[in-house]
């Protein structure tokens, strides 16, 4: 069974950065390419990027919001997905899920940036 | 980028009865080399996470009850939930994965009439 557990999220600044980190297991992660989604207060879900598999290059993709702020990496040795927010605005206030297709989602980690 | 679209918005059905959400895609999901349509049916109850209830447009996930049936292939998907169940209260979305950038439609409210 697929099993993914979101961490990391919290409250920080505008113009802070901040690392979720997603564990894995219950699949080969090493093989899969990995997504995170993030769902804004009240909003549908929104795809802001992936990683492919090491096998396959691990190129990253990513959405133009977060586009030269955000950075998805990898540690297959310890089956854990990173996401890393800089430069964070009030706007990427959202809940953020890890997931892997086609579609299984980590429980989430809340991001709240305010000053 | 893949636009998803789908309707109604929200709608009230009594239980026990049908309740039906259309999707349309901007573009085909279907890929030739294998025939298969890069679609699924996530199901968010309030305070949860998505949970994958159809994939490849309608293949059922393990554990999902057969009342959930998705249909519909290219550009054009329904998911029908045979008979509403009180625990169906929630959010419907329909998610590409066919691009390299995921898209989901807006979302469907199903409640209860």
């Known amino acids: 069974e697929v099993h993914l557990v979101d961490s990391g999220g919290g409250l920080v600044q505008p113009g802070g950065s901040l690392r979720l980190s997603c564990e894995a297991s219950?699949?080969?992660?090493?093989?899969?390419?990995m997504s995170w989604v993030r769902q804004a207060p009240g909003k549908g879900l929104e795809w802001i990027g992936r990683?492919?598999?090491?096998?396959?290059?691990?190129?990253?993709d990513y959405a133009a919001p977060v586009k030269g702020r955000f950075t998805i990496s990898r540690d297959d040795s310890k089956n854990t997905l990173y996401l890393q927010m800089n430069s964070l605005k009030t706007e990427d206030t959202a809940v953020y899920y890890c997931?892997?297709?086609?579609?299984?989602w980590g429980q989430g980690t809340l991001v709240t940036v305010s000053s | 980028d893949i636009v998803m679209t789908q309707s109604p918005d929200s709608l009230a059905v009594s239980l026990g009865e049908r309740a039906t959400i259309s999707c349309k895609s901007s573009?085909?999901?279907?890929?030739?080399?294998?025939?298969?349509?890069?679609l699924a049916w996530h199901r968010q109850k309030p305070g949860q996470p998505p949970e994958l209830l159809i994939y490849?447009?309608?293949t059922r996930e393990s554990g999902v009850p057969d009342r959930f049936s998705g249909s519909g292939s290219g550009r054009d998907f329904t998911l029908t939930i045979s008979s509403l169940q009180a625990e169906d209260v929630a959010v419907y979305y329909c998610?590409?994965?066919?691009?390299?950038?995921?898209?989901f439609g807006q979302g469907t409210k199903v409640e209860i009439k």
């Open positions: 997931a892997t297709a086609p579609g299984y």
């Open positions: 219950g699949f080969t992660f090493t093989d899969a390419y």
């Open positions: 990683i492919k598999s090491e096998s396959d290059g691990g190129t990253t």
């Open positions: 573009h085909s999901l279907l890929y030739s080399s294998n025939s298969k349509n890069y």
């Open positions: 490849w447009a309608s």
């Open positions: 998610h590409q994965y066919y691009g390299t950038h995921w898209s």
